[in-house]
T-cell receptor
Framework: NAGVMQNPRHLVRRRGQEARLRCSPMKGHSHVYWYRQLPEEGLKFMVYLQKENIIDESGMPKERFSAEFPKEGPSILRIQQVVRGDSAAYFC????????????FGSGTRLTVV | QQQVKQSPQSLIVQKGGISIINCAYENTAFDYFPWYQQFPGKGPALLIAIRPDVSEKKEGRFTISFNKSAKQFSLHIMDSQPGDSATYFCAASSSGGYQKVTFGTGTKLQVIP
């Protein structure tokens, strides 16, 4: 079991470019959550997805951010026209609702906007 | 109502001492309270968790104390070691609906020799 895989680990983008962050959940997990962590801050919920469905996007900025979890392939968090304030660590977690044991996090993608 | 408040923000403890981190919640629907440990450059990892039907849970040197009436819970690290130096997050979730987890703001623990 390879765990939750996130890539890339580090991503540098210039202002105005697009950032695409990928997350492959643990085998058997169909629930994916994205969190953002700013330096010296806690984890802020962004979006919760199940296969092909967005369940809760209450933490996502209304503009420039989108997420998907297709039937095949990883979950994608997409940030269009990035700004310096988007620089953060983005963590993906997956869960099997039936386990009730909480999340398993990936190692994160550290986005730097220059 | 979804907040989880965590204190202190940072903590320095001598090796062999007891580290104590406190959290409080507001949403009475929360029924699962995990603690996560995060090392620099890594993702958070589940450390220990408790449900409100018990007042204490111990795993090795780590103990969660839970006070349902006060809506508070705490993490105690006994015999703290330099390898315990990390950021600790308390969290809470509700089994009603889905497993969205709300995190505290984190405590940066430094254990000095």
């Amino acid at each position: 079991n390879a765990g939750v895989m996130q890539n890339p680990r580090h991503l540098v983008r210039r202002r105005g470019q697009e950032a695409r962050l990928r997350c492959s959940p643990m085998k058997g997990h169909s629930h994916v959550y994205w969190y953002r962590q700013l330096p010296e801050e806690g984890l802020k919920f962004m979006v919760y997805l199940q296969k092909e469905n967005i369940i809760d996007e209450s933490g996502m900025p209304k503009e420039r951010f989108s997420a998907e979890f297709p039937k095949e392939g990883p979950s994608i968090l997409r940030i269009q026209q990035v700004v310096r304030g988007d620089s953060a660590a983005y963590f993906c977690a997956s869960a099997d609702r039936g386990e009730g044991n909480g999340y398993t996090f990936g190692s994160g993608t550290r986005l730097t906007v220059v | 109502q979804q907040q989880v408040k965590q204190s202190p923000q940072s903590l320095i403890v001598q090796k062999g001492g007891i580290s104590i981190i406190n959290c409080a919640y507001e949403n009475t629907a929360f029924d699962y309270f995990p603690w996560y440990q995060q090392f620099p450059g890594k993702g958070p990892a589940l450390l220990i968790a408790i449900r409100p039907d018990v007042s204490e849970k111990k795993e090795g040197r780590f103990t969660i104390s839970f006070n349902k009436s006060a809506k508070q819970f705490s993490l105690h690290i006994m015999d703290s070691q330099p390898g315990d130096s990390a950021t600790y997050f308390c969290a809470a979730s509700s089994s009603g609906g889905y497993q969205k987890v709300t995190f505290g703001t984190g405590t940066k623990l430094q254990v000095i020799p």
